[in-house]
């Protein structure tokens, strides 16, 4: 069979949505206001096919294998614009309308006969405004390569920032093996069993990134420990049942860039350039300034390579050496609820003013995909001066409004 074998740590989340939640993964460009409510969507598909070339997974889809067999990346037909590239419009003619739209297009799995990706501008996102919503599955990329690849369609062209240097090789090798023993001892299942559904809630926010750095910096922490111990925070208050059926304690996935962003569109096996380390947090309705203070040592271990790395190698190689009918098994049994019950991701994004089609980018705001079981994740990405955050929900189980509301207050309030 011609064409390119999946990566291993991108066929895993083929294994998790054969059982699970679609893997969609992406982001929300909201556009400037502007006199003609933005690009019109010829624009749009006109700039997507330019940059095909430059987006080669983009021009192929799935060839699904067997039992025994990984799929396999092979050349499609040129792609449908028509059905790849979509228009769509706010219901309340606001961001709550375009919020419920991302969440109808999440809800939704990508046909695998066709290249595993598609835009919708969505208009009426406010007075004159649209938006770019760019979804990919998580084969073809993790937050950092939705990220990546939707770079290719903004003006002028940019990068995200790389990764300072790195280990050495020997380094390297010494810090996977350290966090392989890590993962051994401090990844184990919880008890949490609760039963979700498999509708979609979201919702965003966007407070000034130098307000979070000031708080983050006034209290000894990084901004993405700030971010754990606000959504701990919130969910304590906002979600009790949850936080009662959890025992008080939040296991949190989060997501570490580990390798190169260009490796997310430059042909290599893996399109993922993330490990994830848990973290346990604290839901039990605590004081703020004390559930900070126990975030801020519990997220020590996020500033350690190692156990990112560890999980980055399992990924990527480990894998690799596995029957794809034990992949499908450690895929059902390590991703989801059983492991963690959140997902908390927090990146830099790109310092330049950005546009489409010639219209400015006010803000982005991150699109992730729950794992199966996990009734949220939040993501934070920096752009334009504000923390573009953004909640996918299970609302049987959390309301994303009601979170991001007690978020932004408390925010404001430890100023």
Known sequence: ????????????????????????????????????????????????????????????????????????????????????????????????????????LAEEAFPRDRPLWRIAMVRD????????????????????????????????????????????????????????????????????????????????????????????GSRGMRVTDLVLGLVADAVAATCPELARDLGGELRVAVPRLV????????????????????????????????????????ARRLRRPTRAMASRFVMTTGLKLLPEPSVGWFAGTVYGRRFFQGIVTNFPGPTDQLSIGGVPIDVVYPVLPLAPGAPIALGALSWNGVLGTSVAADPDLVDPHALLRHLDETLTALQ
């Open 125 to 216: 996102a406010g007075p004159g405004r649209s938006a770019m919503v760019f979804l990919m599955h998580h084969a073809l990329g993790d937050g950092v390569g939705t990220v990546t690849n939707s770079l290719q369609l903004m003006r002028p062209r940019t990068a995200l920032p790389d990764v300072d240097g790195g280990p050495g090789r020997l380094t390297r090798a010494a810090a996977t093996t350290l966090g392989m023993a890590q993962l051994a001892g401090g990844s184990m299942p919880t008890r949490w069993t609760a039963d979700g559904s498999a509708r979609r809630a979201f919702a965003t926010t966007r407070p000034p990134l130098d307000l979070v750095r000031r708080v983050a």
């Open 1 to 104: 069979m011609t064409g390119v074998v999946v990566g291993s740590a991108d066929s895993f989340f083929l294994h998790v949505e054969d059982s699970g939640p679609p893997q969609i993964a992406g982001g929300i460009a909201l556009l400037h206001p502007s006199p003609d409510g933005g690009p019109p969507l010829t624009a749009i598909r006109d700039l997507v096919r330019a940059e095909l070339p430059n987006l080669p997974r983009f021009e192929m889809r799935l060839a699904e294998g067997s039992s025994w067999r990984r799929p396999r990346w092979v050349q499609a037909q040129e792609p449908d614009l028509a059905w790849h590239v979509i228009e769509r419009r706010s219901s309340d003619g606001g961001l709550t309308g375009l919020e419920a739209v991302v969440a109808e």
């Open 259 to 298: 390798a190169r962003p260009t490796e997310a569109v430059d042909g290599r096996s893996s399109r993922n350039a993330t490990g994830a380390v848990m973290v346990d947090v604290p839901v039990d309705g605590r004081p703020v300034d004390e559930l900070l203070d126990e975030v801020r040592h519990r």
